[in-house]
């Protein structure tokens, strides 16, 4: 039965996209069947491994707003893991599915059928608490939390857990926290330092042990529709990706 | 008669919040009469200057979603230009504002009573092409587009100009650009080089020349609830920020 990993955080711009894409890539590497959703209207997980809009494609869009089987939309990437794409019209998914029966339940009733399929299902949630996030939300086992080690996003991490309480109490009891993880740590400032000790300090255990430095390798490798570990390999963010799979197979044999 | 700059882009964590705060520094500095309006649940735009969160202050969610007028909601700040602060609430405004008649266009109807009191009013949009970011884009005279030097924020330019063609041809005829805003360049890096070459060869004319440099100073200025030019005046992140300024008035000018 697959673990389901919502990779979410209001913060715009904290490494979601780039957590997602590098996890997934990394537990594949280490032989496990990992299946990546992207339900952000942006579809960056969906470029970030090389795969282009085309019209015949079925989405997560078909899937939550024309209710599709999502088996229709399971693509394969050349990196050993499943894709469901995501496409621009779920940008209007948020008034359309307003309207539908248990809106925040489509995605959990649209993975079911295929959890058995996989190891691990990660879900790429767009910057917002909205209704497609409370879908990922709703359908998941834990959340992973990406953190930049910057003030704004430090504030947000206490309305994000408010609103995980609510989706526990309301949709989904089982939801646990998978971890807090700090990204874009930048050694070569105070302020990666300060934030980083506040967040250890204040939600300790919650947070990885891995911490994702800045590196530059990260960010050029979308560009080449391709996984940091495809991209280069011994690069410190493919690194310290890899070391976060461990790292969550590792807590997954304690549970 | 104010001109008002709605600063936007569906990619998250591209400097919205730091240009709408530091642009509306810069130009109540240089002696304009400035109002900087936050419509993002995330309220970056009200921490960053040191407002903290009280139960009796009327925010963008009174104006908007009951309808409360804005002058109840308007808040001097310590740095010479207004502030009308956004709280959490407005997270489920998307939901709660869908069945109001003439939903779009809710924030343009609250501040026409008081434009002529600005020479700037500067929107925060928060990270998506929801209801919120519709209503600025609505209610703008002008768009102001923060780009990072990074690859996915390059590919989501072209899905905010297919929005920005909808709105002038639904809600706002007068829409124009007021420019793309490279922002977070870094120099080390071959990455910003390219993807601001990109962008100049594209859109040519239509990006500031001035360009946002990656300066920690800015990072760090919204700890301590400042626009940069308050925190560290010398450093190059208020320099960049100033001349903007300058160059959004010398713009203005000539139209
Ligand atoms: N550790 C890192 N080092 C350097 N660059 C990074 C790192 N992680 C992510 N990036 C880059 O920073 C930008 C933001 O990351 P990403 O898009 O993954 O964040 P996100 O939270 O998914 O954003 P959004 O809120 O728009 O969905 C991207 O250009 C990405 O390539
Ligand atoms: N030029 C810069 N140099 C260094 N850090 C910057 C710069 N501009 C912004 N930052 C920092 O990068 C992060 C993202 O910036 P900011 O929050 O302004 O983006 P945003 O587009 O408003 O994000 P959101 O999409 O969540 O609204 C913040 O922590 C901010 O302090
Ligand atoms: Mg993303
Ligand atoms: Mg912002």
Redesign the pocket.
């Known amino acids: 039965m697959a673990k389901t990993l919502a990779i979410a955080n209001q913060?715009?711009?904290v490494g979601k996209t780039t957590t997602a894409i590098n996890l997934a890539a990394s537990l594949a590497k280490l032989n496990h069947r990992v299946l990546l959703i992207d339900i952000d209207p942006q579809a960056n997980a969906t470029s970030g491994v090389g795969i282009q809009r085309s019209g015949s494609q079925r989405t997560t869009y078909h899937v939550l707003v024309l209710k599709e089987p999502i088996e229709n939309a399971i693509l394969s990437t050349e990196f050993s893991f499943d894709l469901v794409p995501s496409d621009r019209h779920l940008a209007g998914a948020e008034i359309e599915m307003v309207d539908l029966a248990d809106r925040e339940l489509l995605l959990r009733a649209a993975i079911a059928p295929i959890r058995d399929r996989y190891d691990f299902i990660i879900l790429d949630c767009p910057?917002a608490l909205n209704l497609l996030t409370i879908n990922g939300l709703a359908a998941a086992d834990s959340l992973l939390v990406p953190i930049?080690c910057?003030?704004?996003?430090l504030e947000g991490v206490s309305e994000l857990f408010n609103t995980l309480a609510r989706i526990r109490r309301l949709l989904n009891p089982q939801l646990k926290i998978e971890g807090l993880l700090l990204t874009m740590y930048d050694a070569s400032t105070n302020l990666s330092a300060a934030v980083a000790a506040d967040l250890r300090n204040f939600y300790s255990s919650l947070v990885f042990q891995t911490t994702i430095p800045r590196n530059v390798r990260l960010a050029e490798a979308p560009s080449y529709g391709k996984p940091v570990i495809y991209y280069d390999q011994r690069s410190r963010g493919a690194e310290a990706y890899f070391q976060l799979a461990q790292e969550v197979l590792a807590n997954d044999q304690k549970t």
Chains 1, 2 share one sequence.
Do not use: D, F, M, S
Request: neutral net charge.
């Open positions: 913060k715009g711009g910057p930049q910057e003030y704004y996003a």
